[in-house]
């Protein structure tokens, strides 16, 4: 099988793309793919717990219901450490999520050893 990095950009005034991106990871999951996420610019404002679970996008089912599902399917979780910097983010929304903060050379490497990179 192979492996893909799926890149978050969206944020919470606009959460369809991010949703979809979660649902496409999950289906790659689900072929037996291996699968990284990360939460770059605006989408850091999904590791606040309020905000990921106040985020409706009809049709796409829920986005913290999703994200968990990944998780328990242990999908690495990367999140900008300057993008969360700016935003407010801090180590401790990462936690319910198992997720942690990368740098740019973390993301330029993922993307480089990705077989796929999907952008939402």
Known sequence: MGSMLVQMTHGPDNPTPTAVGCL???????EGHQVTLFFVGESVHFMKDQVMNSTETPGLGSLSENVLDLVAKGVPI????????????????LGSKQARFATPKELVEQAFSADRVITY
């Open 24 to 30: 496409v990871a999950l289906a790659a999951c689900d």
């Open 78 to 93: 990367l999140v900008s450490r300057a993008s969360s910097s700016t935003r407010g983010v801090t180590e401790g929304d």
